[in-house]
């Protein structure tokens, strides 16, 4: 049947009467009229909901859940997501009917067919995850991991206003492997307890449940360092390995310890205070482990990290072979030592542009016998390089994911 121009104006406003009516409750208090609009497009009052504080002091965080699969979050009172859930859920078996609200979209649409429908190209967020942006709303379609074009796999639709943070970690809140590693002194909103909680984050970093920033404090030091009061503030970010969010524990020398999740988005962004020389707080057995590590010295993005152990200086430099890129790590011998002492960095690009042009993977390379990841202590090497560095690389690998 020929579609009218009638109808056709009549789907547009449908859709167009749907962002708004969303548009107008983000941002809203749950309090206002656009939110009771909303919710009155959901079916009237939300048949559950869940009321939690995320972290400490942290905010409260509550997911208003409607029979028909709409769900609205609020943080402190405002609202800061909603959802449209095709997949069915507990408080919504059948998931919500996507045509009322959209002019031709299915529950089984694929990523193609919402890009038709909606008139726009989506953005890449995650393997099964799509970001469209219609008239200042951020939409995220998020399907089966890797189905995207396959009927039958959009699980929901979630918006935000377009100022508010890309990843916002709501979707998180209720990770099972992080959501209980916070330990608190009494009921929320009550403080943190400090020792209590670094006991449970170093149950969960042993069981491989967290990874530790090399950047922020170790775990392990943060009490020590706390108790020295030689910082202002002291932070601690671990990485859950379920959902991504980072745990940050932070003491500080005048105020109360807090505890917060945050996007790695926001962790990156976030200042960390220098660490002052282990000398200064640090037992006997912690001084005599840093004492053998690697320090990074110096390092050019992309190009080449400096460390130094012992007294010794390595060069760890890129260079390419085909269509592929290795390094080599060479120990500075007293020559490179004095030119580096002279020259400084421009002396290591130097060094490092030779060692890439001697083709380094040849034994005709001056390099070849020289390269420390050519010996049986390679992985030795390997490790301690990329610990020493980890805080450079674990920014730059961020960045990249965020692409
Ligand atoms: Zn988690």
New binding site residues.
Partial sequence: MPVSIDNVQMLRRRTRTSLRLIADALGSFEADPAVSRLAAAFGGDPTHITDRRIGEPGYRSRHLHFSSGGEIVTHDEAVVSVTLHVAPTPTAPQGVTLNHWFANVDNDATLDDLAAALKTTPKYTGEGSRQFTLEGLDVWSIFTESRLEERGNLLRLLFRTARQELEHSDT?EQ?????NLLVRRGGEGSGVAVDDTVAALSHALEHGL?TEDESSVALSDLLPLHTSGLMDAAETRLT??????VLCLTTFRNADPTFEYVTWGAASTRPLDEIPPVEQWGDAARIAAESGRMHLVDHLPGGWFLVEQRGELFLDARYSCGPTDFSALIRLDDSEREAYRAEGADYISDLARRIDNSGPFQKESPYFSRDLYRTSKRDRYKNEVNRAVSHVTWMAQQRRRRR
């Fill in positions: 998180h990770c099972p492997t992080c959501s967290v859950c390995t379920a959902c991504g969010r």
